[in-house]
């Protein structure tokens, strides 16, 4: 009986110095919350001070949108509705000034549509007498809205046209309704709110373009040259750590880092096709021309993704600790680790040639030359298993099962090798289009990226670029020099 | 110089005709467009009617809403700000009712946010005198919409509360610089714009819930369903189409409609993941209960895209003609194919389980087993490759290296199957939780899903759920027996 008891004082005192401390704990735990959060802000700011920037220049329009009301003369001559300017203002400050665009004139379209419609309908209705027009704009409203509503169900529609139909429904609906009720004029209502919007539009343009702005196009271009860059560093990271089994390099925080980056990669495509649908409408800015071929970039993309596949693949068979009792084994696993870090030096190489945009080095050439040589050192050691028969025929046997993996991951950096091949011929058109101005890349399709296609097209697997990637290297090393120094 | 002049006749006489056949040809290509657009509104229409009903939904709702303006009482109580309801019908009203009242709660919470805080600062600017508040009032703008802009880059803030946010800039610009201007009181537009809102609000989410709703966690659990479907056809096809090498059966078309679903299984996760977010929104309706376990179903479909991978990496091994010139590789192949289809027929079967949510099978279960079979033949095969010794040294190489492909072939196959036992697993969990309530789950977890989980955890690439799998098939026998007759 007295176990209990002791227990019960011990929970009361426990309950009373946790009340007491209570007040403490809980101001610790505030500033241990707050000072997390100064901490988390601090990193979103600093990884990336853009951030800050496009914050503040959101406000500035805000601000600068309510001098409308600040000031008495602005304020009559548009009174409520100049409220449009400040929603028109949050809702169309994208990030970038593609996007910045692209919602803006979709925002104009919308109301420009919807107030043609509604004045023609309202003008209609008045002809029926007050009951018949309300009956008639009530019908109007729902014809207009249901039909809108299933039109943005179209493919095409909404993948690029959704919100010009959300716009028109909302101000097709506000503006009937409004100009049934209000004395004034339904042509002064549209003629407001169309300059009210306009106002927002032009106001966010503006400080979007003119102040420190952010390019889709920009953007684009950067995350193309940094998922190479980080496929190239994972292929590095799977010749260096993983296909080691010796066990002390495997460590996995070294492996960890190396094998993050791809995983981003795989679910990149969706992101990127929005920014080059944004980099469309930009004007020319920086590096970037008029009709900057951003198809190339979205090809990039493409290839990069399926070199992400196949290291998703790769993966699987890294942790295989596969015992090493042949020769040609220990060769083969030498051969694949000098494969996966050629290749993987041809990406990085890639890498820096697309974000400055030039021409491929020679060195990519020579890197994308010696992991085929060892592709074909591969092929002979494959062909040369057969040859160590000197084992028992049952021993033998357990050495091919254990040798198949390996064959696998072979077959994987094969692909990977030729994705990394077409990613350098994408570049060379890249560069092409983007250095040489039009005329100049009918001639360079005539000589080179054309028949590079083909070469594609031609041989399924495994395309023999190696001869066009020389005289792209070559051509590469002496124009791109005299472009850019 | 005849020629030319003829030329210039005929071409003088062309223009004519085309002049005359123009308005001709211009109805006729109107009809075949609107022809076309019809077609289009049909299918569209016709393949999910619920689009129709979605539609007329929304079109209901702003009808409903209009009758604010219609009625001349409730005109008087609300004014302008009545079209803030029409506003928010528009912008709420989504397709699933799930997604509906988590737009609407964010809606609420932003306005709900901004008018407090707006009505704030409002007071606190008033007493600054005429200048001073204009001031003040500008710079709280500048000061919240700055902020709250930076807030919506945090990445969990982005995920769930971004409309939060942007209502929040939107609202708190609006009613603090229409409440400098108005001789109304603050907390009158406050209270104004908050009641529209609300009205909105409430019509929006009512008429999605009780006319026809349609809910997110109906759309997940079909989407699931179907893509284990696809993939289990294509695996089907692979089976019966692709390893034919006799050329006749691979025709074009056949392999096609075989191949077509798998792709749009690649690209599922983030529409899932939303989908799942909204699923836990929303009151439970028909066969889901309160607490439905969803994250079963974002599992299962991050086990499909897994096999959807690998489906993906398979395909590239399709074309290869390989020349079986060996017995066993005649043998190899029959197996893949057997191995291919049994996969493909227990993951349709799986699907067909997670549609009427039912425990798996006893013939999912033979049908795992026997792909497993197939594999300890192919194990067995591919032992006794050495054994084919009579044949000279280098032509045995040649062998060897045909025989490769198919190796690969076989390691893709047995991932699958093993993602396909994982699916099993977790379809009887979900089957568990979402037929046998809370208590009883307790119990289950402590007899079968528990086990399975573990020995998924332990053996890394081979879990050996046979015998829980006949356990599983065997209860699931009686139980979904004595719970769906």
């Known amino acids: 009986m007295m176990e209990p008891a002791i227990v019960n004082n011990d929970s009361k005192s426990t309950i009373m110095a946790r009340m007491c401390c209570w007040p403490q704990d809980m101001s610790k735990s505030l500033i241990a919350n707050v000072v997390t959060l100064l901490g988390m802000t601090k990193k979103l700011a600093k990884d990336d001070p853009r951030r800050v920037i496009y914050s503040l220049k959101v406000g500035l329009a805000l ?24 929603i028109t203002v949050v809702v169309v400050f994208e990030y970038t000034v593609g996007a910045t665009l692209v919602k803006g004139l979709n925002r104009a379209m919308g109301t420009f549509l919807a107030v043609a419609l509604a004045a023609g309908t309202n003008h209609l209705a008045s002809l029926f007498g007050n009951i018949g027009e309300a009956i008639l704009i009530g019908l109007f409203v729902f014809i207009f809205a249901t039909t809108s509503t299933f039109i943005r169900f179209f493919p095409k529609i909404k993948r690029r046209y959704d919100y010009v139909f959300l716009i028109f429904i909302l101000t ?55 998922n190479m860059e980080k496929i190239g560093q994972c292929l590095q990271g799977f010749g260096a750590v993983y296909m080691r089994t010796d066990g002390e390099a495997k460590s996995k925080d070294t492996s960890k880092s190396y094998f993050q980056g791809y995983q981003s990669v795989l679910h990149s495509k969706s992101s990127e096709e929005t920014l080059a649908n944004f980099a469309r409408w930009e004007p020319p800015h920086g590096q970037f021309r008029y009709r900057h071929p951003w198809n190339k970039y979205v090809k990039l993309g493409f290839l990069s993704r399926q070199c992400a596949y196949r290291i998703d693949a790769l993966k699987a068979y890294c942790n295989l600790d596969i015992k090493l009792t042949q020769k040609f084994q220990e060769e083969i696993k030498e051969a694949c680790i000098k494969m996966s870090l050629e290749s993987g030096n041809a990406l990085k190489e890639l890498s820096v040639c697309v974000r400055e945009m030039k021409y491929p080095s020679s060195l990519v050439n020579a890197h994308i030359c010696s992991s085929k040589a060892e592709l074909e050192t591969l092929k002979t050691l494959l062909k040369s298993i057969s040859l160590y028969n000197n084992t028992k025929s049952n021993q033998q046997s357990e050495v091919l099962i254990q040798t198949i993996p390996m064959v696998t991951v072979v077959y994987l950096l094969t692909d990977i090798v030729d994705y990394t091949e077409k990613m350098a011929a994408t570049t060379y058109e890249l560069a092409t289009i983007a250095c040489l101005g039009k005329s100049k890349v009918m001639n360079a399709a005539e000589v080179s990226p054309k028949k590079s296609a083909n070469n594609f097209d031609e041989t399924n697997n495994q395309p023999t670029n190696q001869l066009i990637l020389i005289t792209i290297a070559e051509q590469s090393d002496m124009t791109a020099n005299s472009l850019y120094n």
Chains 1, 2 share one sequence.
Do not use: C
Not at 207 to 219: D, H, R, S, T, V
């Open 63 to 86: 601000t600068l949108v309510s001098l409308f009301y600040y000031f008495q003369p602005l304020y009559n001559t548009f009174d409520d509705s100049a409220t449009w300017a400040i």
């Open 172 to 226: 097709f609906s506000f503006i009937s309704v409004l100009g049934f009720r209000e004395e004034t004029h339904i042509i002064e209502i549209a003629h407001k709110r169309m300059s009210t919007v306009a106002i927002g539009i032009v106001v966010t343009v503006l400080i979007n373009i003119l102040i420190y702005p952010i390019w889709a196009g920009q953007e684009l271009h950067n995350s193309i040259a940094l």
